[in-house]
């Protein structure tokens, strides 16, 4: 096996045009217990914990670039404010230690369907920056990353350098299911993002299909029905309204049964999720609504 | 291949580390530092946390080429010579010790905790210690060790 450590951004894609077979490694969160258990046994390990750049993030005209390597500690301290659903996936990843070294763009990379980070991800419509020596650029919306059971659009000699977002302009809430409070792998997730200046809605399924996915018929009632400019009313959101966003992200869904839980409890707990994050989301609308009135 | 990195304040090169060694395996083995412990080598336990360049990290999940020129910091790095840290000192004094096994990682965990929070509340240590087994104690003269040094030290400040 050999240990490639490049300095630089153009390095580390020579590296990786050199040798496709070669697996990235930044935290080690998920290549390492491979590693550890014999699962796998890459001809090399590209180590892209030195190129600096890659761990850093910026915002130009009202979009945020994160570089691949952030680890998911930085993004809650650093990013909670313009990524809320994201910040708050990233609070429920591993532990203290594995979220001081585990990065979203590890989590893209591994493209498993459980992945934290990929629900807030879709639902704020982020867009992956991907590279390759030979083919320069591709950007990538989330939504077209994901393609089978631990499957990405990466090719063999990308490897991934920055997601893009926009920061929120409306509230965002992850909530996920599992067997305690912490170190837990979903059992499901759902990610919710509303955007009002287009009056939009963004939603993200984890863990209840070969890939994380859109639950889009769900957005485009609930964009529909919800009163965007009014939010003033004092009543909350028709109990119609919530049952029937909560069935139509159950519904998108294409869950299994596995060791983690069952197609069955998978669909009502997503539909749980959906009504109880937009519950929140709702209300967070309105009290902003209220303060600005 | 060969590994320069420092420990505990002392430059340290070790040869013949295979390149998909962890951290953890060059400590134990390679640099006699036995002290981190190896359990569940999935990052699950946390009885492998060190120090990396100030950071607590599962040592199982670094790859030993990933430490080339950082410093690293082990639970045997914690006391002053023969004078524990208070941490340590606070798990003697609350008997918070029974096997053994999980201890030096929930120290460097604790000590990390009380370094960025001195007065930690008990949802901030119970936050900061979630991602430490411990299979003897039921965790309740941990959290009264970590309490106590947090005390001790503040006193001491």
């Known amino acids: ?293 | 291949m060969r590994l320069n990195f420092t420990v505990n304040g002392r430059a340290e090169t070790v040869d013949d580390v295979w390149e998909g060694e962890s951290l953890l395996y060059v400590l134990r083995e390679r640099a006699g530092l036995p002290g981190s412990k190896n359990a569940c080598e999935q990052g699950e336990c946390g009885s492998c946390t060190v120090y990396l360049d100030g950071v607590p990290v599962c040592a199982c999940l670094v790859a030993a080429g990933q430490a080339e020129g950082r410093e690293v910091r082990t639970v045997e790095g914690l006391a002053d010579g023969d004078r524990l840290d208070p941490i340590q000192q606070a798990f003697v004094d609350a008997g918070a010790v029974q096997c053994g096994f999980c201890t030096p990682g929930l120290l460097v965990q604790a000590h990390d905790l009380i370094e960025r929070v001195p007065r930690p509340s008990d949802p901030e240590i119970r936050e900061a210690l979630a991602g430490n087994l411990c299979r003897c104690t039921g965790y309740e003269k941990i959290l009264d060790a970590v309490r106590l040094a947090a005390e001790r030290k503040a006193g001491a400040r």
């Open chain 1, 1 to 293: 096996m050999a240990f490639l450590r490049p300095t630089t951004w153009p390095e580390a894609l020579a590296a990786k045009a050199e040798l496709p077979g070669a697996v990235p490694i930044q935290g080690g969160t998920d290549v390492m217990v491979e590693i550890n258990f014999d699962v796998r046994r890459p001809e090399a390990l590209l180590d892209l914990t030195r190129v600096a750049e890659l761990a850093r993030w910026s915002e130009t005209g009202g979009r945020l670039r994160v570089g691949a390597g952030v680890p998911y500690s930085r993004v809650i301290g650093e990013l909670g404010d313009r990524l809320p659903g994201l910040a708050q996936a990233s609070r429920t990843v591993g532990s203290p230690q594995i979220r001081n070294r585990g990065t979203v763009g590890g989590n893209l990379g591994a493209a498993s369907p459980a992945g934290d980070s990929h629900p807030p991800l879709l639902a704020g419509g982020a867009v992956i920056e991907v590279e390759s020596a030979a083919r320069g650029v591709r950007m990538i919306p989330a939504e077209e990353f994901y393609l089978g059971v631990k499957r990405s659009a990466l090719e063999p000699d990308e490897l991934i350098r920055a997601f893009h977002a926009e920061p929120a302009t409306g509230p965002q809430y992850f909530s996920k299911v599992g067997t305690r409070n912490a170190m837990v792998i979903a059992v499901c997730s759902f990610a919710l993002a509303l955007h009002p200046a287009e009056r939009r809605v963004g939603t993200g399924i984890g863990s209840a299909a070969p890939t994380p996915l859109r639950a889009r018929a769900a957005e485009e009632f609930l964009a529909a029905e919800l009163d965007w400019a009014a939010g003033l009313a004092p009543a909350g959101l028709a109990p119609g309204v919530l049952a029937r966003f909560g069935e139509l992200v159950s519904e998108a869904a294409a869950p299994i049964d596995d060791v983690r839980g069952t197609a069955g409890y998978r669909r009502h707990a997503l539909a749980v999720m959906a009504r109880r994050t937009l519950t929140w989301a709702w209300n967070d609308y309105r009290k902003a609504r209220e303060q600005c009135a």
